[in-house]
Protein backbone atom coordinates (compact mmCIF):
# COMPACT_ATOMS: atom_id res chain seq x y z
CA UNK A 1 0.00 0.00 0.00
CA UNK A 2 1.14 3.27 -0.90
CA UNK A 3 2.15 5.53 1.92
CA UNK A 4 2.09 9.41 1.91
CA UNK A 5 3.64 11.29 5.14
CA UNK A 6 2.87 14.57 6.64
CA UNK A 7 4.15 16.61 8.98
CA UNK A 8 3.35 18.36 11.33
CA UNK A 9 -0.19 15.92 12.12
CA UNK A 10 -1.22 19.55 13.41
CA UNK A 11 0.02 23.33 13.93
CA UNK A 12 -0.99 26.42 15.26
CA UNK A 13 0.19 29.50 13.94
CA UNK A 14 0.61 33.40 14.37
CA UNK A 15 -0.44 35.63 11.70
CA UNK A 16 2.01 36.99 9.39
CA UNK A 17 4.26 34.06 10.43
CA UNK A 18 6.04 31.45 8.08
CA UNK A 19 4.44 28.14 8.58
CA UNK A 20 6.06 25.28 6.32
CA UNK A 21 4.44 22.31 5.63
CA UNK A 22 6.30 18.77 4.81
CA UNK A 23 4.82 15.69 2.81
CA UNK A 24 6.91 12.50 2.16
CA UNK A 25 6.30 9.71 -0.10
CA UNK A 26 7.41 6.26 -0.59
CA UNK A 27 5.69 5.42 -3.32
CA UNK A 28 8.13 6.30 -5.98
CA UNK A 29 5.67 8.38 -7.86
CA UNK A 30 6.44 11.27 -9.74
CA UNK A 31 2.99 13.00 -9.45
CA UNK A 32 2.40 14.99 -5.78
CA UNK A 33 -0.50 17.32 -5.16
CA UNK A 34 -1.41 19.79 -2.31
CA UNK A 35 -5.48 20.19 -1.05
CA UNK A 36 -6.44 22.39 1.45
CA UNK A 37 -10.14 20.84 2.73
CA UNK A 38 -12.33 23.50 4.51
CA UNK A 39 -14.82 22.50 7.40
CA UNK A 40 -17.82 21.06 5.74
CA UNK A 41 -16.32 21.46 2.13
CA UNK A 42 -14.72 19.23 -0.30
CA UNK A 43 -10.78 19.84 -1.44
CA UNK A 44 -9.17 22.04 -3.51
CA UNK A 45 -5.98 21.80 -5.25
CA UNK A 46 -3.18 24.47 -4.17
CA UNK A 47 -0.19 22.95 -6.03
CA UNK A 48 1.09 20.45 -7.84
CA UNK A 49 4.49 18.67 -8.95
CA UNK A 50 4.90 16.02 -11.69
CA UNK A 51 9.06 15.99 -11.56
CA UNK A 52 10.97 17.60 -8.94
CA UNK A 53 12.25 20.91 -8.59
CA UNK A 54 9.23 21.95 -10.56
CA UNK A 55 5.80 22.77 -9.34
CA UNK A 56 2.83 24.19 -10.36
CA UNK A 57 -0.50 26.34 -9.62
CA UNK A 58 -3.68 24.82 -8.91
CA UNK A 59 -6.53 26.03 -8.67
CA UNK A 60 -6.27 28.48 -4.95
CA UNK A 61 -2.63 29.41 -5.48
CA UNK A 62 -2.86 32.66 -4.03
CA UNK A 63 -0.94 33.00 -0.67
CA UNK A 64 0.75 29.74 -0.95
CA UNK A 65 4.54 28.51 -2.67
CA UNK A 66 5.52 24.81 -3.03
CA UNK A 67 9.09 23.54 -3.20
CA UNK A 68 9.65 19.59 -4.81
CA UNK A 69 13.58 19.11 -3.53
CA UNK A 70 13.75 15.76 -4.63
CA UNK A 71 10.75 13.33 -5.63
CA UNK A 72 9.91 11.99 -2.21
CA UNK A 73 9.71 15.65 -0.66
CA UNK A 74 7.25 17.90 -1.69
CA UNK A 75 6.15 21.04 0.76
CA UNK A 76 3.92 23.73 1.04
CA UNK A 77 4.84 27.27 2.25
CA UNK A 78 2.64 29.94 3.79
CA UNK A 79 5.22 32.91 3.75
CA UNK A 80 2.86 35.24 5.61
CA UNK A 81 -0.29 32.94 7.10
CA UNK A 82 -3.53 34.98 7.41
CA UNK A 83 -6.51 33.86 9.25
CA UNK A 84 -7.97 32.90 6.32
CA UNK A 85 -5.45 29.69 5.65
CA UNK A 86 -6.98 27.74 8.58
CA UNK A 87 -8.38 24.47 7.47
CA UNK A 88 -6.78 21.01 6.87
CA UNK A 89 -4.02 20.40 4.69
CA UNK A 90 -3.47 17.20 2.39
CA UNK A 91 -0.67 15.88 0.56
CA UNK A 92 -1.08 13.26 -2.23
CA UNK A 93 0.66 11.27 -5.02
CA UNK A 94 -0.22 9.34 -7.52
CA UNK A 95 1.61 6.93 -10.51
CA UNK A 96 -0.45 9.31 -13.25
CA UNK A 97 2.71 8.29 -15.69
CA UNK A 98 0.84 5.10 -15.69
CA UNK A 99 -1.90 4.08 -17.78
CA UNK A 100 -5.13 3.66 -16.03
CA UNK A 101 -3.06 4.72 -12.23
CA UNK A 102 -5.21 8.27 -12.27
CA UNK A 103 -5.98 7.38 -8.21
CA UNK A 104 -4.51 9.93 -5.80
CA UNK A 105 -3.21 8.22 -2.48
CA UNK A 106 -3.64 11.10 0.26
CA UNK A 107 -1.69 11.38 3.57
CA UNK A 108 -3.34 11.69 7.04
CA UNK A 109 -3.45 15.77 6.91
CA UNK A 110 -2.39 18.76 8.38
CA UNK A 111 -4.66 20.72 10.68
CA UNK A 112 -3.65 24.23 10.33
CA UNK A 113 -4.71 27.03 12.59
CA UNK A 114 -4.08 30.59 11.98
CA UNK A 115 -3.99 32.65 15.35
CA UNK B 1 -26.09 15.58 -4.50
CA UNK B 2 -22.51 17.47 -4.79
CA UNK B 3 -20.91 19.98 -6.99
CA UNK B 4 -20.77 23.97 -7.03
CA UNK B 5 -21.37 26.34 -3.74
CA UNK B 6 -23.06 23.36 -2.00
CA UNK B 7 -22.59 22.81 1.21
CA UNK B 8 -21.74 19.08 2.68
CA UNK B 9 -24.94 17.20 2.20
CA UNK B 10 -25.76 15.15 5.00
CA UNK B 11 -27.59 11.85 5.01
CA UNK B 12 -28.72 9.09 8.00
CA UNK B 13 -29.33 6.05 7.79
CA UNK B 14 -29.95 2.49 9.45
CA UNK B 15 -27.77 -0.55 9.49
CA UNK B 16 -28.89 -2.55 6.53
CA UNK B 17 -30.47 -0.06 4.36
CA UNK B 18 -29.14 1.06 1.26
CA UNK B 19 -28.30 4.61 0.08
CA UNK B 20 -27.55 6.01 -3.03
CA UNK B 21 -25.63 9.54 -3.56
CA UNK B 22 -25.43 12.17 -6.47
CA UNK B 23 -22.36 13.85 -8.16
CA UNK B 24 -23.03 16.23 -11.07
CA UNK B 25 -19.67 17.76 -12.55
CA UNK B 26 -19.68 21.17 -14.82
CA UNK B 27 -16.75 20.03 -17.36
CA UNK B 28 -15.55 17.24 -19.49
CA UNK B 29 -14.20 14.27 -17.44
CA UNK B 30 -12.39 11.16 -18.18
CA UNK B 31 -13.14 9.39 -15.03
CA UNK B 32 -14.62 9.98 -12.06
CA UNK B 33 -13.38 8.31 -8.74
CA UNK B 34 -15.30 8.82 -5.53
CA UNK B 35 -13.10 8.72 -2.41
CA UNK B 36 -14.53 8.29 1.16
CA UNK B 37 -12.95 10.05 3.92
CA UNK B 38 -13.22 8.53 7.56
CA UNK B 39 -12.94 10.88 10.30
CA UNK B 40 -9.77 12.07 10.82
CA UNK B 41 -8.19 10.54 8.02
CA UNK B 42 -7.14 11.35 4.65
CA UNK B 43 -9.47 10.56 1.62
CA UNK B 44 -9.16 6.86 -0.06
CA UNK B 45 -10.43 5.48 -3.81
CA UNK B 46 -12.77 3.05 -3.03
CA UNK B 47 -14.12 2.91 -6.67
CA UNK B 48 -13.58 4.54 -10.03
CA UNK B 49 -15.61 4.42 -13.26
CA UNK B 50 -14.05 5.89 -16.98
CA UNK B 51 -16.18 7.45 -18.97
CA UNK B 52 -16.78 4.96 -21.73
CA UNK B 53 -18.14 2.84 -18.81
CA UNK B 54 -21.83 3.21 -17.94
CA UNK B 55 -22.13 1.10 -14.67
CA UNK B 56 -18.89 -0.65 -12.18
CA UNK B 57 -19.55 -2.97 -9.16
CA UNK B 58 -17.06 -3.42 -6.63
CA UNK B 59 -18.43 -5.79 -3.88
CA UNK B 60 -21.36 -3.62 -2.31
CA UNK B 61 -20.69 -0.54 -3.63
CA UNK B 62 -22.06 0.12 -7.64
CA UNK B 63 -21.18 3.22 -9.33
CA UNK B 64 -22.75 5.07 -12.66
CA UNK B 65 -21.61 7.48 -15.21
CA UNK B 66 -23.73 9.22 -17.26
CA UNK B 67 -21.62 11.56 -19.45
CA UNK B 68 -24.76 13.02 -21.19
CA UNK B 69 -25.99 14.70 -17.81
CA UNK B 70 -22.56 15.19 -16.55
CA UNK B 71 -23.51 12.84 -13.50
CA UNK B 72 -22.08 10.50 -11.72
CA UNK B 73 -24.04 8.04 -8.73
CA UNK B 74 -22.95 6.01 -5.65
CA UNK B 75 -24.73 3.48 -4.43
CA UNK B 76 -23.88 1.42 -0.82
CA UNK B 77 -26.11 -1.76 -0.70
CA UNK B 78 -26.64 -3.10 2.93
CA UNK B 79 -24.72 -0.74 4.72
CA UNK B 80 -22.38 -1.14 7.88
CA UNK B 81 -21.86 1.03 10.57
CA UNK B 82 -18.28 0.96 9.48
CA UNK B 83 -19.66 3.06 6.38
CA UNK B 84 -20.25 5.94 8.19
CA UNK B 85 -17.75 8.77 6.51
CA UNK B 86 -17.84 11.43 4.09
CA UNK B 87 -18.17 10.72 0.18
CA UNK B 88 -16.78 12.54 -2.65
CA UNK B 89 -17.16 12.38 -5.91
CA UNK B 90 -14.21 13.93 -8.30
CA UNK B 91 -13.38 14.20 -11.87
CA UNK B 92 -10.69 14.32 -14.05
CA UNK B 93 -10.08 16.20 -16.88
CA UNK B 94 -6.77 14.46 -18.11
CA UNK B 95 -3.59 15.23 -19.46
CA UNK B 96 -0.98 15.53 -17.82
CA UNK B 97 -1.97 17.68 -14.83
CA UNK B 98 -3.72 14.93 -13.17
CA UNK B 99 -5.88 17.49 -11.39
CA UNK B 100 -8.37 16.01 -9.81
CA UNK B 101 -11.91 19.02 -9.03
CA UNK B 102 -13.68 17.56 -5.78
CA UNK B 103 -17.63 17.73 -5.04
CA UNK B 104 -18.38 18.77 -2.01
CA UNK B 105 -19.22 15.69 -0.38
CA UNK B 106 -21.77 13.67 1.07
CA UNK B 107 -21.40 12.61 4.73
CA UNK B 108 -23.10 9.32 5.50
CA UNK B 109 -23.81 8.41 9.00
CA UNK B 110 -25.18 4.65 9.34
CA UNK B 111 -26.52 3.92 12.66
CA UNK B 112 -26.83 0.66 14.43
Known amino acids: EAAVTQSPRSKVAVTGGKVTLSCHQTNNHDYMYWYRQDTGHGLRLIHYSYVADSTEKGDIPDGYKASRPSQENFSLILELASLSQTAVYFC??????????????FGHGTKLSVL | SQWGEENLQALSIQEGEDVTMNCSYK?????VQWYRQKSGKGPALIIL?????REKRSGRLRATLDTSSQSSSLSITGTLATDTAVYFC????????????FGEGTQVTVIS
Open chain 2, 27 to 31: TYTTV
Open chain 2, 90 to 101: ATDAGGLSGKLT
Open chain 2, 49 to 53: IRSNE
Open chain 1, 92 to 105: ASSDRGQISNERLF
